[in-house]
């Protein structure tokens, strides 16, 4: 069973100035390591991480398992419907919107 502390090459923020996720990425080449900030501007392109990420190797899906709850945490958004969109997005066949998924059901009239 893999050490839920072990060091990753990430880390996932939240810019609440922005209102941004923010990841930084520690790249590691043959004699420097640099890290790198990448902004996640929106839900939708938090999603297309997601679906990028999930289904590669153990570090990816940490990686995408971390996004969706920083979604979650930090943008109210539903695991379910992200990772049901992100289903889709690695569906060449789909032809539903990415909006149309995340789109939160409408509330009830106070």
């Keep these: 069973m893999p050490d839920d502390r072990e060091e990753l090459p990430f880390r996932i923020e939240f810019d609440a100035a922005s209102g941004q996720v923010v990841l930084w990425v520690t790249i590691q080449q043959r004699r420097a390591t640099s890290i790198r900030r990448i902004e996640v501007p929106s839900l939708e392109a938090l ?52 909006g149309s998924l995340l789109e939160l059901p409408a509330k009830a009239a106070s």
């Design 47 to 98: 999603t297309l991480a997601v679906a990028e990420h999930e289904r590669e190797s153990r570090v990816h899906r940490r990686l995408a398992e971390g996004l969706v709850q920083a979604a979650v945490d930090h943008l109210g958004a539903d695991p379910v419907r992200i990772y049901a969109a992100a289903a889709e997005l690695q569906d060449p066949a789909s032809t539903i919107a990415l």
